[in-house]
């Protein structure tokens, strides 16, 4: 892409060209006062100096520091970090029941083996008759 910007090959005869700009702007008033914002400038594109407004202000902000959380994400997030523990202590809890559940079982299976108690055939509903 190329500028269509009149473009001046050095700083000097941007600011000679700025100054006749300016000039021109005060005589014939036109454009009001915004000659008052004309700038020269080193194009980005093409390397070249163009002249232009700085309309926008640049302002260099620092970042603003992230707020405290206010009272109510603090008792919002507490609470859900409780309502998130409860579930994960309910959880193990039953986790661990079962794992009871798996042991007795396997202690039982073990006994009848030991007593050669042959094992129970399940029988599904389909062959039952
Ligand atoms: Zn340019």
């Known amino acids: 892409m190329t500028c269509t910007k009149r473009s001046y090959a050095t700083q000097a005869e941007a600011d000679e060209a700025l100054g006749r700009a300016i000039a021109q702007a005060k005589r014939t008033?036109?454009?009001?006062?915004?000659?008052?914002?004309?700038?020269?400038y080193r194009c980005?594109?093409?390397?070249?100096?163009?002249?232009?407004?700085?309309?926008?202000?640049?302002?260099?902000?620092?970042?603003?520091a992230p707020k405290p959380p206010t009272p109510g994400q603090q008792r919002r997030q507490q609470a859900?970090?409780?309502a998130q523990a409860a579930r994960q202590a309910f959880?193990?809890?039953?986790?661990?029941?079962?794992?009871?559940?798996?042991?007795?079982i396997d202690r039982?299976?073990?006994?009848?083996?030991?007593?050669?108690i042959p094992k129970r055939k399940v029988v599904q509903e389909a062959e039952r008759d």
Not at 44 to 64: E, M, S
Not at 108 to 116: F, H, N, Q, S, V
């Open 44 to 64: 980005q594109q093409c390397g070249l100096f163009h002249l232009g407004r700085g309309n926008k202000l640049v302002v260099h902000k620092p970042a603003p």
């Open 80 to 82: 859900r970090q409780s």
């Open 108 to 116: 039982e299976i073990a006994r009848y083996e030991a007593l050669g």
């Open 91 to 104: 959880f193990a809890d039953y986790r661990q029941t079962l794992e009871f559940c798996r042991i007795l």
């Open 29 to 40: 008033r036109r454009g009001g006062t915004s000659y008052k914002r004309l700038n020269v």
